[in-house]
């Protein structure tokens, strides 16, 4: 899948679905939250939940996946450049950020020097994601479900741009334990965060007849998988 000629090119080798590349509330902190979220010591004081656990299940989206993939807000790949590193899938990393994505594209040319061919990094939003129905063979999205309040027009519009019997991998931090939930509220009172969700409520948003869903917790962070059945 090549971008050329359908986006426009945002800065080399990004393109952009948007009128306005700038402006990203992710734009000005990404430096500092791609530094801050690679380090174990925060996923496990705030999220009780290892990186290795996150960067396990991205590998099942990432590395262990067949077909085309989408990532939403993929940020700076600061848990998945690895597995971005090894995937052979054609996989188009998508976030609102410009800096986020020049991070990312940053981790992924530190190996090599060269940008993997079957990687794609695109800037979108996410609410208006710009592909037809039915595009992707897999989507994910990790960390993000609870920084929106309308997650379920978040998660609708992911799933529309799966596949009939494509997979779908989403983690997402709740407010099932003390300090993840005061971390998140604090964050809240700041406008970084959605309205703080219980895993239930989480899971909530998977509830249809055409969807295979299965989950499991660990510290704060819930993982949410399955097929999309029609
Ligand atoms: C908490 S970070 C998670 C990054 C990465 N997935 C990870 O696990 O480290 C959330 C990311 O979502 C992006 N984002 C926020 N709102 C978005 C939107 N409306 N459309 C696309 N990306 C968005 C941000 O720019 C940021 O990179």
Partial sequence: MSYSGKFKVAAQGIYSSLENIGGAKYDSKAKYYERLVGTETFNCIFWACSRK?????????????????????????????????????????????????KIAQGRLLEKTGTLPSNIHLLQGNAFDIPFPDNTFDNICSFGTIHLFDNKQD????????????????????????????????????NHEFGEVWSEKQNLSLFNSAHLEVQSYRVGSVLFIYGQKIG
């Fill in 53 to 101: 656990e996150l960067q396990k299940f991205a590998a099942t989206a990432i590395l262990h996946s067949t077909g085309t993939l989408l990532d939403v807000g993929c940020g700076g790949l600061a848990q998945t450049s690895d597995l971005y590193q090894a995937t052979t899938n054609d996989c188009t990393l998508f976030d609102r950020s410009l800096e986020m994505l």
């Fill in 154 to 189: 978040f998660v609708n519009e992911l799933l529309r741009v799966l596949k009939k019997g494509g997979r779908f991998y989403f983690y997402t931090m709740t407010g099932e334990l003390t300090v993840g939930r005061i971390f998140m509220k604090l964050l809240r009172m």
